[in-house]
């Protein structure tokens, strides 16, 4: 620690020590002394930087140790050396046989007991990881798909309670499944008691938010703004009339409903820490922090990734190391590589910020790829995209509850000859089945009359061509989009990081029109690619003569291989290769104890590319493909040949051997 630091933890220890006399017994007291000391300046250097200023900031810094000691001594003593097992293995969350599944508890069961009812089948599939998307009280009515949050404390009424969560997440502890739950930090339902507080006129609750008197600052902001919902929420502001005595404007950047809450109010985040602490002691064993990048407004901005925004997750970050270490953050940061690395950290904050991310760029990649049928600006972005860092790991998914945005950098696509605008717009043709000879079958999202841009939804099936296929009866149709959907899933899996499947694509869901019949969710195409879940379809997936058969063998094939090699192990060196195939993609993932060489065509016939690409790609001698290792590579006169739709998993054979006991 440097002398001021140092000094300002002595006086915390001397003034605050009294706090945890009596709560505590004195091993707790010295172990979460050791680690308040550990994570202290983190903790000390990122509030100093955000509230340092203020007056009240010893008061504020003494209400958050307060916080802490109160949520540390609640802590249950299962939870408590789960936390010791994870601070003596920092990387349980990067290795190779955590598969992730994320689902709508009600889509996926009815009810939180119904999912645990389920279990059982996410444990036949390989899930390690369990992401429930919002399951605590909405908003009534439209709710941004359970992201306006009414109450933070309480679970759905249709879902269960509370107890149902906490027994839910024990048994999933007992099956070695970690549980997700979101965290919306950026914003709260306009029905939320702070919002309701607000309105009334309460001065403190005011504080809570961005408000405005008249037009003159929201105007100000708006010329750099973008707009998330141009189609229902143009605009980032709300009026609220009567607010505080004639009405206010609101700070709304997603719905009107969605009340944006003020971090430079130090109270915020004292609330904010406090829910963290909650969810943390029911048993989750990762916060997604939905909405991250837009925590601080600066004029002039677009008011996403600012500094303070890291500062304020290092700080978020720091609380729960004390608390609850075992407990670890991904980040809901849509943003392109290099502000991505910033929420995992850099430099020396590595390992202060998240240790999960979403890779939006690999998803985008994928489906642009699977359009198209070349890999030449995929090649060309995982060469220009930074290595992650030690102790942090990528999300890698195919979709999720949302829209597919193709965040891709005009410069990219410029560097690989592609024109900015027509390539959006002809992914946004191809997936919503408008351009000639697509084999998509999905909806445009969020059209912005002004600029023309869209973002597209639809389920990974039917993106794929399973919906176009099966209408039309054609089989071979239909194993071409079996073939895309399982290339896809290679992929991801193929990759280090932890895979992420949405519910449903394991057995081929098709998108679902039903929402249209819903006047609270017609104008939003994102339900087409939230289906319920089919359990007479489920059993079917044993038969490999069905289509779920076929998608569900095949993918829990592709699990078991993943699992079954440390090769796949978080952290390792990404290469990626020029194949000199346009429709061939490559990479190879370097550990010290062996190389995996991954190939994939993008096309639906065969591709070749040469033999010595098994060479520069880090292998030597014979090679095994991993999927496929009673087989013979079809290696022949110099030239690897990829079926249609083919993923190879390839590695010397002398390192493909079963998985070792160690977290890499």
Sequence with gaps: MAPEVREAFEHVKEVESHRLEGRLDPRDIDVFWLRFERYFDDLYYSLTAIYGEREDALVCFGALFGRMVEAYSQRPVALKLLDLERQFTPQWFQRSHMVGYACYSDLFAETLLG????????????????????????????????????????VRPDLGTLVDLIALADDLRGRGISLCLDLVLNHVAREHAWALQAQAGEERYLNYFHTFPDRLLPDEYERTLPEIFPEEAPGNFTWVPGMGGEGRWVWTTFNTFQWDLNYTNPEVFLEIVELMFFLANLGVDVLRLDAAPFLWKRMGTNCQNQPEVFQLIQAFRASMRIVAPGVIFKAEAIVPPDALVRYLGVKSTVGKQCELAYNNQRMVQLWSALATGRTTLFTYVMHRSPQLLIGCAPINYLRNHDDIGWAMTDEDLQAVGETPYLHRRFLNDFYSGRFAGSFARGALFQINPHTGDARVTGSTASLAGLELALEQGDDGAIDLAIARILLLHGLILGAGGIPLLH???????????????????????????????????????????????????????????????????????????????????????????????????????????????????????????????????????????LATYEVMWLTSVEDAGPAEACCG
């Design 115 to 154: 999912v645990r009812d389920k279990l059982p089948y996410l444990e036949e599939l390989g899930v390690t990881y369990l992401h429930l998307m919002p399951l605590q009280e909405p908003r009534p009515g439209a709710n941004d798909g359970g992201y306006a949050v009414k109450d933070y404390r309480k």
């Design 503 to 641: 519910m449903g694509d394991e057995l081929g869901l098709l998108n679902d029109t039903s929402f249209l019949e819903d006047p609270l969710r017609a104008a939003d195409s994102r339900w087409l690619n939230r289906p319920r879940m089919d359990w007479d379809r489920a059993l079917r997936r044993h038969d490999r003569r069905t289509v779920e058969g076929r998608i569900f063998q095949g993918l829990s094939h592709q699990i078991r291989t993943r699992k079954a090699t440390t090769l796949l192990h978080g952290f390792s060196l990404l290469q990626p290769l020029w194949t000199g195939n346009e429709h061939v993609l490559g990479y190879s993932r370097k550990r010290p104890e062996g190389t995996v060489l991954v190939f994939a065509n993008f096309t639906s016939g065969a591709q070749a590319i040469a033999a010595e690409m098994t060479r520069w790609g880090g292998l030597n001698g014979e090679v095994v493909n991993l999927l496929t290792p009673g087989r013979p590579v079809p290696i022949d006169q110099g030239t690897l040949r």
